[in-house]
């Protein structure tokens, strides 16, 4: 499983809890289509820290990285040094 469905899984399982209500593409801004909330967006910083092993650093904790599937994959995979899964 890659970074981003790893991650769609865990918001689509987790903050959305199963809803098939809300859909969204990896491009879609979680604040903008309201998706996730600040609480939601904590508990995606603990769930990326768990599940790839590495710790957030408040100043990382941006929109450039946290505010979409794609941006957040782009961003795991930065920190990981540039492994694609």
Known sequence: MDYKERIRTYILENILLGSTEKTFADDDSFLEKGLID?????????????EFGFDVADDELIP???DSVGRLAMYVQKKKGGAGR
């Open 38 to 50: 600040s609480t939601g967006i904590l508990e995606l910083v603990a769930f990326i820290e768990d």
């Open 64 to 66: 450039d990285n946290f």
